[in-house]
């Protein structure tokens, strides 16, 4: 009954790439075939005022930046946005929605990738909760190393109260949600649905100034800044 889940964190941030490449045509459609009890998905009224209120200017790099929903509202504040993703189809529906002379894109795997410049701003949409809770700390470096000193890091993502709204398996230490395709293939992401507080503590100890706030009861929005030379 388990075969097919992945057993290491390694095959799971496997898994879940190729999942998002195969459901990158069916993503934030609400009529696509879903095994959640509900999609957690965000009103694009409500993300164009979480980016406005971050009013990212300069040199912004967007993480698993996906079909585009937060690049077209970043790319409208930003000098540049540099959005990068390991699903190519990811990223050819992202330049053909958003279309925007100021995006430039990068296809590649985030946990095996060092940037070659530094952003004034690095944001992430639903993108925190599919990291494995042992690449935790690697990602956090990693966002250290693409922002500049006094730049800020923000961020979208579902919250504990959207675990109801999910099933997930802990499988040697990774949690995984099973996710179906329009094909009935199903594939595993990580899905670790943080709790705004623990997840202010521990990005506290790794040297980050966080506010953190829910929106809309189950989503939540940081904005911080490193407090480490
Ligand atoms: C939940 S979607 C979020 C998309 C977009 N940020 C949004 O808010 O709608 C997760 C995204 O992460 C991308 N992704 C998955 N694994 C990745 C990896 N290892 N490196 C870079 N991107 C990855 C997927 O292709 C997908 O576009």
Not at 7 to 33: C, G, K, M, T, W
Not at 81 to 110: C, F, G, K, Q, W
Not at 190 to 202: E, T
Request: proline residues 5%.
């Amino acid at each position: 009954m388990n075969a097919g889940w992945r057993e290491s964190a390694d095959d799971a941030i496997a898994a879940q790439a190729r999942y998002y490449d195969l459901y990158a045509l069916d993503y934030v459609n609400p009529l696509a075939p879903t095994n959640r009890r509900a999609p957690g998905i965000l009103e694009p009224t409500v993300a164009r005022d979480l980016i406005d209120d971050l009013a990212p200017e300069g040199d912004v790099l967007e993480l698993a930046c996906g079909p585009g929903g937060f690049t077209a509202e970043l790319a409208r504040h930003a000098t540049t946005v540099t959005a990068i993703d390991a699903s190519r189809r990811m990223l050819a529906r992202n330049r053909m929605e958003v279309d925007l002379p100021n995006v430039r894109y990068l296809h590649t795997d985030l946990f095996d990738w060092r940037p070659n410049a530094i952003y004034d701003v690095v944001f992430f949409g639903f993108w925190l909760s599919h990291v494995p809770p042992m690449r935790f700390d690697d990602f956090w470096r990693l966002v250290r190393a693409c922002v500049r000193q006094d730049g800020r890091v923000a961020f979208v993502d579902e919250n504990d109260r959207s675990m109801v709204n999910d099933d997930v398996r802990i499988v040697e230490g990774v949690p995984l949600a099973r996710r179906a395709l329009a094909d009935g293939r199903t594939l595993d992401v990580v899905k670790l649905f943080w709790n705004p507080d623990d997840l202010h503590a521990r990005l506290r100890g790794l040297g980050w100034s966080f506010s953190i706030r829910r929106v809309h009861d189950i989503f939540m929005y940081g904005v911080g800044t490193s407090t480490r030379a």
